[in-house]
């Protein structure tokens, strides 16, 4: 079946330092949506890409969609305390949303 | 705007007894509804879509008569886990799109409840 691939499972960083997760689809992706779970939360909406190519920034995040529309990543630049978080990606295909296993980011002490 | 409000937060109950959860539109209309099971560590799965007067669709592998879906209202879901077992003890969260949008923007995101903690002793 359909599938969306995520990883790593878990990064651990040192306040400051970046942190990247990685998002792959068997098949081509209609869109693709990222949402941030924190710790005993529920999933927050962060930010949909619609077009092959598509680069989107807000603040330190910085979302792509490959060329093909089958993979997608968020980097976090210097991240702080506050990134704290599982962040999901969710491929929207045949009107299906398929979703990823998730990254958990973790802040070393 | 776009607000979820999904009650209880938590619960615990006994083995054998029922446990209705409700979800809620607050400040929209939604035709459709999503009830995700995710357990500890674990990504979303979808157990069920629940249609405004109609049934509910169920995902495969999920029993229907154990999860009742009832979506009387174009703002109300709810869901009840019947004859709870430990093993059902897991965090429920729906989600709802505006139905405004259903067909104008078919690829909007969801806005998601808090979840509900379900505890089965």
């Known amino acids: 079946g359909q599938q969306v691939m995520q990883i790593p499972q878990y990064q651990h960083v040192q306040e400051g330092e970046d942190f990247t997760t990685y998002c792959n689809s068997s098949t081509t992706l209609s869109n693709i949506q990222w949402y941030k779970q924190r710790p005993g939360g529920h999933p927050v909406f962060l930010i949909q890409l619609v077009k092959s190519g598509e680069v989107k920034k807000q603040k330190r995040l910085t979302f792509q969609f490959g060329e093909a529309k089958k993979n997608s990543s968020l980097h976090i630049t210097a991240t702080q305390t506050t990134d704290v978080g599982t962040y999901f990606c969710?491929?929207?295909?045949?009107?299906?949303?398929?979703w990823g296993a998730g990254t958990k980011l973790i802040i070393k002490p | 705007g776009a607000v979820v409000s999904q009650h209880p937060s938590w619960v615990i109950c006994k083995s054998g007894t029922s446990v209705k959860i409700e979800c809620r539109s607050l400040d929209f209309q939604a035709t459709t509804m999503f009830w995700y099971r995710q357990f500890p560590k674990q990504s979303l799965m979808l157990m069920a879509t629940?249609?405004?007067?109609?049934?509910?669709?169920?995902e495969q592998g999920v029993e229907k008569d154990k999860f009742l879906i009832n979506h009387a209202s174009l703002t109300l879901s709810t869901l009840t886990v019947t004859s709870a077992h430990p093993e059902d003890s897991s965090f429920y969260i729906c989600?709802?799109?505006?139905?405004?949008?259903?067909?104008?923007?078919?690829?909007?995101?969801?806005?998601f409840g808090n979840g509900t903690r379900l505890t089965v002793t």
């Open positions: 629940s249609n405004e007067g109609s049934k509910a669709t169920y």
């Open positions: 969710a491929g929207l295909s045949n009107y299906q949303l398929i």
């Open positions: 989600s709802a799109r505006p139905s405004v949008w259903a067909q104008v923007r078919r690829h909007s995101p969801l806005h």
